[in-house]
Antibody, heavy 124, light 109 residues
Framework: EVQLVESGGGLVQPGRSLRLSCAASGFTFDDYAMHWVRQAPGKGLEWVSGISWNSGSIGYADSVKGRFTISRDNAKNSLYLQMNSLRAEDTALYYC?????????????????WGQGTTVTVSS | QSALTQPASVSGSPGQSITISCTGTSSDVGSYNLVSWYQQHPGKAPKLMIYEGSKRPSGVSNRFSGSKSGNTASLTISGLQAEDEADYYCCSYAGSSKVFGGGTKLTVL
């Protein structure tokens, strides 16, 4: 079964850090680009970051650039999101999603596999 | 990286057709035929419905179709069914990033 399982969310104080993980199974992980997409409570989807199959191409939303770092370990079939200097507005459900191609830039084959998300709450 | 503009809500009766628009700029929707559409039911993860503007992934009903004109992409759902009631989001490549629309709530009357 093709599956993505996120972990690492929780309650964190403003200014602190958190690292999210996404474990992939059921497909050849290093054949595909990956994304993090978040959804604040009651709000819409927001693309956070994307990474190509070999980590050669990485992009970030302006809202997280300089604070968040995406990475992947193909040997462990895992995707990560290091979140630093967290703000209240980063509070959201964070989804890991698989692109239907090895690159994410200049293509939009769509994100066809999504996890169930992990919740990040930034509050003092 | 401004969010693409979608109507907040649309509605239709069973059997009817509806269209959801997604308006961007010449830097995103207008520059690339690279829009995807997602369906999200309450409490569930999004589901890919359309990619590359008009293509359907395997398993998605042919009642769903996509198109683009200028800076506006559109999702049309024909033969509305009760299970189509959900939130719908467009997503475009935007030059070194991706951007989603604000979402449209579809109500099947």
């Amino acid at each position: 079964e093709v599956q993505l399982v996120e972990s690492g969310g929780g309650l964190v104080q403003p200014g602190r850090s958190l690292r999210l993980s996404c474990a992939a199974s059921g497909f050849t992980f290093d054949d595909y680009a990956m994304h993090w997409v978040r959804q604040a409570p009651g709000k819409g989807l927001e693309w956070v970051s994307g990474i190509s199959w070999n980590s050669g191409s990485i992009g970030y939303a302006d809202s997280v650039k300089g604070r968040f770092t995406i990475s992947r370990d193909n040997a462990k079939n895992s995707l990560y999101l290091q979140m630093n200097s967290l703000r209240a507005e980063d509070t959201a459900l964070y989804y890991c999603a698989k692109e239907r191609f090895l690159e994410w830039e200049r293509v939009n084959y769509g994100m066809d596999v999504w996890g169930q998300g992990t919740t990040v709450t930034v509050s003092s | 990286q401004s969010a693409l503009t979608q109507p907040a809500s649309v509605s239709g009766s069973p059997g009817q057709s509806i269209t959801i628009s997604c308006t961007g700029t010449s830097s995103d929707v207008g520059s690339y035929n690279l829009v995807s559409w997602y369906q999200q039911h309450p409490g569930k993860a999004p589901k890919l419905m359309i990619y590359e503007g008009s293509k359907r992934p395997s398993g998605v009903s042919n009642r769903f179709s996509g198109s683009k004109s200028g800076n506006t992409a559109s999702l049309t759902i024909s033969g509305l069914q009760a299970e189509d009631e959900a939130d719908y989001y467009c997503c475009s490549y935007a030059g070194s990033s991706k951007v989603f629309g604000g979402g449209t709530k579809l109500t099947v009357l």
